[in-house]
Antibody, heavy 122, light 107 residues
Framework: QVQLVESGGGVVQPGRSLRLSCAASGFSFSAYAMHWVRRAPGKGLEWVAVISSAGSNTYYADSVKGRFTISRDNSKDTLYLQMNTLRAEDTAIYYC???????????????WGQGTLVTVSS | EIVMTQSPGTLSVSPGERATLSCRASQSVNSNLAWYQEKPGQPPRLLINGGSTRATGIAARFSGSGSGTEFTLTISGLQSEDFAVYYCQQYNNWPITFGQGTRLDIK
């Protein structure tokens, strides 16, 4: 079955960097666009970024544009989120989520990982 | 940005009864609306896409309706496992946005 497992979360100081990973299994990873979605403590879900199936196209929420970079390694069935210049407001559980299509277009998510917690604090 | 507003914030319903959850968009999203169920310690689970299409493996007691700016998720014959938080999500425009959620509690 489809499995998405995030890792790389932790506590980091403001202004520092962190890289999240999402290991995929149970499906043909290279055939699907992938997203990152986050939930800050006590708040709702916020979409963060998307990458096309081949990795050639990306799109970001304004709140992370210029600071976060989404990427993927289809040879390793792994999705990444490089987070730079982290802020307190980036504190959240970060989920990777599968898009049923290949392209970078708004769509829904048919599978989600369990999430990894990122805490930005001094 | 399209703002999604869900109501009520909390809904208390008895097992076996019907629950009706609402989601309103600040502008038309056509039928590009999904519903998710979330339980403690679990990620969101896709229930409905396209406003009314049940996702694979979702029980027939879950139904979605609406288009444009007004959407409804109806759960008929509530079972114990249905008590959870439900979110709507629009995917008509960037950025993708979610409602704040409706908590469905046991009455």
């Amino acid at each position: 079955q489809v499995q998405l497992v995030e890792s790389g979360g932790g506590v980091v100081q403001p202004g520092r960097s962190l890289r999240l990973s999402c290991a995929a299994s149970g499906f043909s990873f290279s055939a699907y666009a992938m997203h990152w979605v986050r939930r800050a403590p006590g708040k709702g879900l916020e979409w963060v970024a998307v990458i096309s199936s081949a990795g050639s196209n990306t799109y970001y929420a304004d709140s992370v544009k210029g600071r976060f970079t989404i990427s993927r390694d289809n040879s390793k069935d792994t999705l990444y989120l490089q987070m730079n210049t982290l802020r307190a407001e980036d504190t959240a559980i970060y989920y990777c989520a599968r898009d049923p299509r290949t392209m970078v277009r708004p769509y829904y998510f048919d599978s989600w990982g369990q999430g990894t917690l990122v805490t930005v604090s001094s | 940005e399209i703002v999604m507003t869900q109501s009520p914030g909390t809904l208390s319903v008895s097992p076996g009864e019907r629950a009706t959850l609402s989601c309103r968009a600040s502008q038309s999203v056509n039928s590009n609306l999904a519903w998710y169920q979330e339980k403690p310690g679990q990620p969101p689970r896709l229930l409905i896409n396209g406003g009314s299409t049940r996702a694979t493996g979702i029980a027939a007691r879950f139904s979605g309706s609406g288009s444009g700016t007004e959407f409804t998720l109806t759960i008929s014959g509530l079972q114990s496992e249905d008590f959870a938080v439900y979110y709507c999500q629009q995917y008509n425009n960037w950025p993708i946005t979610f409602g704040q959620g409706t908590r469905l509690d046991i009455k």
